[in-house]
Nanobody, 122 residues
Framework: VQLQASGGGLVQAGGSLRLSCAAS????????MGWFRQAPGKEREFVAA????????DYGDSVKGRFTISRGSAKNTVSLQMNDLKPEDTAVYYC????????????????WGQGTLVTVSS
């Protein structure tokens, strides 16, 4: 199983980025997917999660109203549209996949990607 995250980079405050994560190695159509982030010196933080059918989503308080999570039609990809970025959004962003939505939200997923760095300058 592999999770390949992409889309990170350097952006000015107020700008936007779109992260993507592609899962391979098995069928993930019935799996929940999500994003976490970890800034230097800080603990890993929940960002967003989406259920296997896309009907349920959840967001961390710090990103509500600015970030949107979505799944591709093939269900093995998940994207994170990040708008109105702030310097405090700077972190390595990781995608996660697990059979249950609540397991993803709790940060206990079986599968994790390698991370993609997002840097927001002020």
């Amino acid at each position: 199983v592999q999770l390949q995250a992409s889309g990170g980079g350097l952006v000015q405050a107020g700008g936007s980025l779109r992260l993507s994560c592609a899962a391979s190695g098995r069928t993930f159509a019935d799996y929940a997917m999500g994003w976490f982030r970890q800034a230097p010196g800080k603990e890993r933080e929940f960002v967003a999660a989406i259920s296997w059918a896309g009907g349920s989503t959840d967001y961390g308080d710090s990103v509500k109203g600015r970030f949107t999570i979505s799944r591709g039609s093939a269900k093995n990809t998940v994207s994170l549209q990040m708008n109105d970025l702030k310097p405090e959004d700077t972190a390595v962003y990781y995608c996660a996949v697990d059979l249950t939505f609540r397991t993803v939200v709790a940060g206990n997923s079986d599968y994790w990607g390698q991370g993609t760095l997002v840097t927001v300058s002020s």
